[in-house]
């Protein structure tokens, strides 16, 4: 079982930045793949981001290409999402989620691919 908390969320203005993290609770945090997705008011949940255990491998939804970097920390059972050049487009609540896998440069970019989720952080980009 892993737990997923997220926090850096808030109300930013366009062009702005903001750092999302997710700690997750997993003793064997490394073995999961990990992703950010998120959801704006009448819209499906979307993909955002995606990493391999390792932190070799990641994968970006295009709208965030060259603004967004998703990282991670393993040795502090954490992922980040670094959000540059913020629109308000971009505006969703914004879930942290682990996909347990065994290989290490695997990861993953659908919902049901996923078994563990966060409860999400608010992101408002004003413009």
């Known amino acids: 079982q892993v737990q997923l908390v997220e926090s850096g969320g808030g109300l930013v203005q366009a062009g702005g930045s903001l750092r999302l993290s997710c700690a997750a609770s997993a003793r064997t945090f490394t073995c999961y793949a990990m992703a950010w997705f998120r959801q704006a008011p009448g819209k499906e949940r979307e993909f955002v981001a995606a990493i391999s255990w390792s932190g070799g491998n990641t994968y970006y939804v295009d709208s965030v290409k060259g603004r967004f970097t998703i990282s991670r920390d393993n040795a502090e059972n954490t992922v980040y999402l670094h959000m540059n050049s913020l629109k308000p487009e971009d505006t969703a609540v914004y879930y942290c989620?682990?996909?347990?896998?065994?290989?290490?440069?695997?990861?993953?970019?659908?919902?049901?691919?996923?078994?563990?989720w966060g409860q999400g952080t608010q992101v408002t980009v004003s413009s």
């Open positions: 989620a682990a996909a347990p896998t065994y290989h290490p440069g695997t990861f993953y970019y659908r919902t049901n691919e996923y078994d563990y």
